[in-house]
């Protein structure tokens, strides 16, 4: 679907350690700052037990799992809004992205220079927080001034437009953040056509020492408040030891996060976190050649379900065959579904939920 995660942060705080590990890549990660200036992009599979589950039972040749794109974008500072350390041009990279990924450092590692002299995780934030909103301050305030010109002329769209993005910038210019988002879709497009960053889906990653990870502490105690009070989702982790996950084999894996204590990788929890941010569900299809899963937005209807297969089974759709991921597992197979009733035939106006395995009737 091309939706994307853009990772930012300031200078030296793991993003692209966190990258790497992500995608398994070699996206240069260097203890200084500014290394990264084209933003790294890379997809990583989204981990989803239900799609091991229908490999065990149905034993297909190939099976594809959905995928999360992450952007790897500079490191901003101080001054970012106003061209400080090439801001501008990092600013137009996260424009770009549909939900963004704040990387803050915890760990404290002498080694590793950090840009502000010390960690401290609460100001790190808040000095991203802020070079995001006078950024947006700024789009804001001139977008504002081109509509007020079309309103004059009775345009009632403009007047409306004008209305409700005077207040975003109010709300940008007093408290930093906007206060509501639960936009009408006419606004969702309008913000994300000036590309207000303030206006996206967020998602706060605390990069610890492998010590922090089940310790608590009073910099992850008030990051935490602060996002709990935001309803932005907290997950810690630490960026070396899901550096040097990602490079082992697949069959040590196991062994490596059962050393630590972990149950999974961090970075599987990122994308699956990343995935229901950005609004989206899987449905499955299934067969001896491939079982798969296919990412659509929540409350899409089967026809346009069906479009992200071939746009050909979306211009012809007739109908759905639909059983429950539930039922299919239950019954233990789409024979036994289907003689138990559980096989469902849904029309155009079905909207598709999250673990449907479904089938297209289509005629082109």
């Excluded at 994307?4 to 966190?18: A, D, E, W």
């Excluded at 950024?135 to 345009?155: C, M, N, P, T």
């Excluded at 989206?280 to 899409?300: M, Y």
Aim: with cysteine.
């Amino acid at each position: 679907m091309g939706l994307k995660c853009g990772i930012v942060g300031l200078p030296n705080v793991g993003k692209s350690t966190i990258f790497n590990a992500i995608i398994s890549g070699s996206a240069e990660a260097s203890n200084y700052p500014f290394c990264t200036i084209e933003p790294n992009v890379g997809i990583k599979p989204v981990r989803d037990e239900r799609l091991d589950r229908l490999k065990e039972m149905v034993n297909p040749e190939k099976v594809t799992p959905t995928f999360v794109e992450f952007v790897d974008i500079a490191g901003l500072t101080k001054g970012a809004s106003k061209g400080e350390g090439l801001g501008n041009k990092f600013l137009s990279h996260i424009r770009n992205v549909d939900l963004v990924i704040h990387v803050v450092r915890v760990f404290n590692q002498s080694s590793v220079i950090h840009v502000e002299g010390e960690v401290n995780p609460v100001r790190d934030l808040e000095i991203i927080n802020t070079e995001l909103a006078l950024s947006d301050i700024e789009i804001l305030s001139r977008h504002i001034q081109k509509v007020e010109k079309i309103a004059r002329s009775g345009d009632k769209a403009a007047a409306s437009n004008l209305e409700f993005l005077k207040i975003i910038n109010a709300q940008l210019s007093e408290n930093g953040e906007i206060k509501n988002t639960d936009f009408i879709p006419e606004e969702k497009t309008l913000l994300k056509s000036l590309g207000i960053i303030s206006s996206k889906p967020a998602l706060y990653i605390l990069n610890v020492d492998e010590n922090m990870l089940f310790e608590e502490s009073l910099l992850i105690k008030e990051i935490s408040e602060i996002a709990s009070s935001k309803n932005i989702p907290v997950i810690r982790l630490c960026a070396k030891l899901e550096e040097e996950l990602a490079a082992l084999p697949e069959e040590d894996k196991g062994d490596f996060l059962k050393d630590y204590g972990l149950k999974q990788s961090a970075l599987d929890i990122v994308a699956k976190e990343s995935f229901r941010l950005l609004g989206l569900i899987s449905f499955f299809t299934q067969g001896k050649q491939e079982v798969r899963a296919w990412e659509i937005k929540n409350g899409w209807k089967a026809p346009q379900a069906a479009g992200t297969i071939h746009s050909d089974f979306e211009k012809g759709f007739i109908r759905a065959e639909v059983i429950s991921y539930e039922d299919f597992i239950r019954t233990g197979s789409e024979a036994n579904a289907a003689k138990m009733g559980l096989l469902r035939l849904e029309g155009k106006d079905y909207v598709v939920k999250d673990g449907d395995i479904m089938h297209f009737r289509f005629n082109v």
